[in-house]
Nanobody, 123 residues
Framework: QVHLVEAGGGVVQAGDSLRLSCTASGAIDSTYTMAWFRQPPGKEREFVATMWARGGNTYYSDSVKGRFFMSKANSAVTLQMDVLKPEDTAVYYC??????????????????WGQGTQVSVSS
């Protein structure tokens, strides 16, 4: 079992920055891929960023590329979010799993999820 805990959400204005963190514990090892997803109000959960354990590459959704940056240190990952926009408002979730390349950006590719942290961006 893997346990994920996110922190760092909050209420900010457009153009501001926030840093989210996710700490993993339990039966997690280097074969697990860590990722961030978000769920905007009234919408489905969507992919934000992932660091693929197999290939070592980091992938971002088009909507955050160049503004969000994911990093990893041991069993913790962070998501640095810069130039935030109102459309970034969502509950942000940390995820862990062993997805294949074709499922890296899908909810189904990940087995474990954190409880989520709210990010609200006002215009």
């Amino acid at each position: 079992q893997v346990h994920l805990v996110e922190a760092g959400g909050g209420v900010v204005q457009a153009g501001d920055s926030l840093r989210l963190s996710c700490t993993a514990s339990g039966a997690i090892d280097s074969t697990y891929t860590m990722a961030w997803f978000r769920q905007p109000p009234g919408k489905e959960r969507e992919f934000v960023a992932t660091m693929w354990a197999r290939g070592g590459n980091t992938y971002y959704s088009d909507s955050v590329k160049g503004r969000f940056f994911m990093s990893k240190a041991n069993s913790a990952v962070t998501l640095q979010m810069d130039v935030l926009k109102p459309e970034d408002t969502a509950v942000y979730y940390c995820a862990a799993g062993r997805p294949i390349l074709s499922s890296l950006r899908t909810v189904a590719g990940y087995s474990y999820w954190g409880q989520g942290t709210q990010v609200s961006v006002s215009s």
